[in-house]
């Protein structure tokens, strides 16, 4: 039912549309890594720098989705057309709902549109206050100093994240790997986790929608809903104008791609695929290096090429 393969598909016909180099007949192949960050939130490397990385791993199609921010779009897109591969502008935006963090990814974004701009300006404020009581929590679990740590490893200071602290947590010996501070200190219950309000559903999707993009409900298969309530979810977000779904992602496992292909099909949703790649050493998945989307899959990049 899937084809695992990575065939390469950059020398077929330009797409009519776009212009860019795609055979639309099929666009399953192509090698779309649509979720990825830059430090300008709370990866690693520079937007170049990701791109270049993008580039050398073969793909195709690539979109840099940082968390609650454009910044580093600009720099993305220059340096994706230097190396002539296609781009696309991109989000991550932090959502609540029902109580729950949920991110929603926007692809085929204008990032200059205003109201996107401010409404990512208004969710980013809150991460510092935020940020200073997770160093507060963390202090009364006897770790000293940790949002002055965590600042450390912040490039964009809008932009302060749990990564960072976490990041701060390991080198510092306190933690062996990333994975491990989550668990132990930045998840509901544990010392450094500070509940936050983030943007609504309906809000993060208009946002989307009103810069032209395409708005996708990140990686489906992390939320801790149970499956009758991440069904009211996927419709929600339906009826807010969402039309896509990860299903090829760095945090799916492979029974996890299939049950989400078949939740796209079932709520007629345009399925990605991105690695949510952040850092050399952290991820779990390398940039374009995912399994292709399924043929029985309309891709979310079918809109966007
Ligand atoms: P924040 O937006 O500050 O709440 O940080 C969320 C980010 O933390 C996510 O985008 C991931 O990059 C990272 N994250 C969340 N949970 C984990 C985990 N269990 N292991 C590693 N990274 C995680
Ligand atoms: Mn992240
Ligand atoms: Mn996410
Ligand atoms: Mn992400």
């Keep these: 039912m ?5 065939k390469s598909n950059l020398a077929t016909p330009a797409s009519a549309k776009s212009g860019l180099p795609f055979n639309r007949l099929e666009p399953h192949l192509i090698n779309a890594d649509l979720h990825s960050h830059s430090c300008m939130s709370d990866g690693a490397l520079e937007p170049r720098e990701l791109a270049l990385r993008a580039a050398q791993n073969g793909v195709q199609l690539w979109a840099l ?12 897109r220059a340096a994706a057309n230097e190396v002539g591969m296609p781009f696309l502008g991109g989000v991550e935006v932090s959502v609540t709902w029902a109580g729950e963090t949920v991110h929603i990814v926007g692809v085929g974004i204008d990032e200059k549109n205003p109201a996107l701009v401010d409404g990512l300006r208004r969710t980013r ?8 009581e997770m160093g507060k929590g963390l202090a009364r679990a006897g770790i000293q100093d940790a949002y002055e740590g965590a600042l ?17 947590l390991v080198n510092t010996g306190h933690c062996s790997s990333i994975n491990e501070v989550f668990q132990r200190f930045l998840v509901e219950g544990k010392p450094g986790f500070v509940a936050h309000r983030w943007a609504s559903l309906s809000e ?10 395409i708005a996708v409900m990140a990686h489906p298969g992390r ?15 339906k009826q807010c104008g969402g039309e896509g779904i990860e299903v090829i992602c760095g945090s799916h496992t492979k029974d996890q791609y299939v049950r989400f292909g078949e939740v796209a099909k079932r709520f007629d949703l345009m399925a990605s695929r991105g690695s949510d790649f952040h850092a050399p050493d952290e991820s ?22």
Excluded at 2 to 6: K, Q, T
Excluded at 153 to 168: D, I
Excluded at 231 to 236: A, K, N, R, V, Y
Excluded at 285 to 299: A, I, K, Y
């Design 223 to 237: 939320y801790r809903f149970s499956p009758a309530v991440l069904e009211l979810l996927i419709e929600e977000f």
């Design 204 to 213: 993060a999707i208009q946002w989307i929608k009103g810069a032209g993009g």
């Design 65 to 76: 989705t940082d968390h609650d921010e454009v910044v580093g779009i600009a720099e993305a």
């Design 284 to 305: 779990h998945t390398e940039l374009g290096r995912l399994p292709l989307l399924p043929d029985w899959l309309v891709p979310v990049w079918h809109r966007l090429i």
């Design 2 to 6: 899937f084809n695992f393969g990575m």
């Design 152 to 168: 450390c490893y912040v490039r964009n200071p809008g932009l302060v994240s749990r990564t960072h602290f976490a990041r701060w």
């Design 125 to 132: 404020d809150g991460r510092d206050t935020r940020a200073v």
